[in-house]
């Protein structure tokens, strides 16, 4: 039987950033690349294709710097008073 892959749908995923990073909060997954037991994403800014970078996918599940979707300011508000 084949290995699962971990993270089998990231590439195409859409993720809003808790803080802005590069000046931008809405980012999708463009490439991923496996190195070892690591996965990493390839990230692109939605309104500027020029601002991209690679984070492991592990980052993307930490609530605290990422939301999974594009969330407005308001759903990003209200999720985090949900949390406390």
Known sequence: MAKQQKFPHLIGSKWTARTTLQGWRHFHVVNRKNQGS????????????????WITAKQLKNKALWQAGWQSLAEQTSYSNEAQ
Do not use: G, K, N, S
């Open 38 to 53: 690591w996965v990493f994403a390839e990230i692109v800014a939605a309104c500027d294709p020029t601002v991209r970078f």
